[in-house]
């Protein structure tokens, strides 16, 4: 989580794919009409590399080609090299793990091919290297089958909580009264988010329901508008999702909102921005500091301003404490 304070730094700072289960019965999670919803069940795939060895059948001969991949049943796999094109297609037959391999030679000057067509039984899971063909000067094209077992994947309950579609993200202009531009926020990854705007207030708002809070706001399009007490109000703009970052889709959605008096007076906090200001100002002379020109002027036109400005802001998660059971 960020936190963007903008008196103290704002301005100073500028492979295996799962298929469907053998068989005919209905998938994972779904009802047979006559047993019920059935048992996720395994399922299998192969993964396939095609390859050469030259005639010593060394390692250091050992060339790929066509790639790899995998294949469950109900799918296919096709490898091609300049030499072959080897399509693998599991069988389905209860009880066993079979493939289909299909062997095509490609152009006049290749490998002779041993079987156009076999199959393959890999129910003992064990991998098995089968000859595709031979070439004139004793290279030999090999295929790699490696059988897998994919598990189950067991359906769980859904929990919204996990997306956490309540966390916001801010980089955000922040406007009071809908003609003050009081700042820019950068902060994120909170469900709470709170801005302290000297004479306007100290707000907390968020899309969960909160203790203590009224329904004084709303998100929509990514955009906030939340309204005080005394009818001030707050307007914050590219509102996006922590999870997804980009604006939450739908609404607009209600904001919960505690509006509290903020934390200094318009007056305190000019007096605050001098301070800082000289202070700054002395650190720059002694050269243990190095403050661009133009960050001083938007300080001394703060310290100097009665319009509202940003003093504080910040994010952070919401806790039990804080929201309505």
């Given at each position: 989580?960020?936190?963007?304070?903008?008196?103290?730094?704002g301005?100073?700072?500028?492979?295996?794919?799962?298929?469907?289960a053998?068989?005919?019965?209905?998938?994972?999670g779904?009802?047979?009409?006559?047993?019920?919803?059935?048992?996720?069940?395994?399922t299998y795939?192969?993964?396939?590399?095609l390859?050469?060895l030259?005639?010593?059948q060394?390692?250091e001969?050992?060339?790929?080609?066509g790639?790899?991949?995998?294949?469950?049943?109900?799918?296919?796999?096709?490898?091609e090299?300049?030499?072959?094109?080897?399509?693998?297609?599991p069988?389905p037959?209860?009880g066993?793990f079979?493939v289909a391999?299909?062997?095509?030679?490609?152009?006049?000057?290749?490998p002779?091919?041993?079987?156009?067509?076999r199959?393959?039984?890999?129910?003992?899971?064990r991998?098995?290297?089968?000859?595709l063909g031979?070439?004139?000067?004793?290279?030999?094209?090999?295929?790699t089958?490696?059988?897998?077992?994919?598990?189950?994947?067991?359906?769980?309950?859904?929990?919204?909580?996990?997306?956490?579609?309540?966390?916001?993200?801010?980089?955000?202009?922040?406007?009071?009264n809908?003609?003050?531009?009081?700042?820019?926020v950068?902060?994120?990854?909170?469900?709470?988010?709170?801005?302290?705007?000297?004479g306007?207030?100290?707000?907390?708002?968020?899309?969960?329901?909160l203790?203590d809070?009224?329904?004084?706001?709303?998100?929509a399009?990514?955009?906030?508008?939340?309204t005080?007490?005394?009818?001030?109000t707050?307007?914050?703009?590219?509102?996006?999702?922590?999870?997804?970052?980009?604006?939450?889709?739908?609404g607009?959605?209600?904001?919960?909102?505690?509006?509290?008096?903020?934390?200094?007076t318009?007056?305190?906090?000019?007096?605050?921005?001098?301070?800082?200001l000289?202070?700054?100002?002395?650190?720059?002379?002694?050269g243990?500091m190095?403050?661009?020109?133009?960050?001083?002027?938007?300080?001394?036109?703060?310290?100097?301003?009665?319009r509202p400005?940003?003093?504080?802001?910040g994010?952070?998660a919401?806790?039990?404490?804080?929201l309505?059971p």
């Amino acid at each position: 989580m960020r936190s963007t304070h903008i008196l103290l730094s704002g301005w100073v700072m500028a492979l295996a794919i799962a298929c469907p289960a053998m068989g005919q019965e209905a998938p994972a999670g779904i009802s047979s009409g006559q047993n019920g919803p059935s048992a996720p069940k395994r399922t299998y795939s192969v993964n396939a590399k095609l390859f050469s060895l030259g005639s010593d059948q060394s390692i250091e001969s050992y060339r790929g080609h066509g790639g790899s991949g995998s294949a469950g049943p109900g799918g296919t796999l096709v490898l091609e090299s300049p030499q072959f094109r080897v399509t693998i297609t599991p069988v389905p037959r209860d009880g066993t793990f079979v493939v289909a391999v299909q062997v095509e030679t490609s152009g006049a000057n290749t490998p002779v091919a041993e079987e156009q067509k076999r199959e393959v039984d890999l129910t003992d899971l064990r991998p098995q290297t089968i000859q595709l063909g031979a070439a004139p000067d004793g290279s030999t094209y090999l295929l790699t089958l490696s059988p897998e077992v994919v598990e189950p994947q067991v359906p769980k309950q859904f929990n919204p909580a996990a997306f956490r579609l309540a966390s916001m993200n801010f980089i955000s202009r922040v406007i009071v009264n809908d003609r003050d531009y009081v700042g820019t926020v950068d902060m994120s990854d909170g469900e709470i988010a709170w801005l302290d705007i000297p004479g306007v207030g100290h707000v907390e708002f968020s899309l969960l329901h909160l203790k203590d809070a009224e329904p004084r706001g709303v998100l929509a399009a990514g955009q906030i508008e939340l309204t005080g007490p005394d009818g001030a109000t707050i307007s914050l703009s590219n509102v996006t999702s922590s999870t997804y970052r980009q604006h939450l889709p739908g609404g607009p959605y209600q904001l919960w909102v505690r509006w509290r008096t903020s934390t200094v007076t318009v007056a305190q906090f000019r007096e605050l921005a001098k301070q800082q200001l000289a202070e700054i100002k002395q650190k720059g002379a002694a050269g243990e500091m190095y403050v661009p020109p133009q960050a001083l002027v938007q300080l001394e036109q703060m310290a100097a301003s009665d319009r509202p400005q940003i003093m504080a802001s910040g994010v952070r998660a919401a806790t039990a404490d804080d929201l309505v059971p």
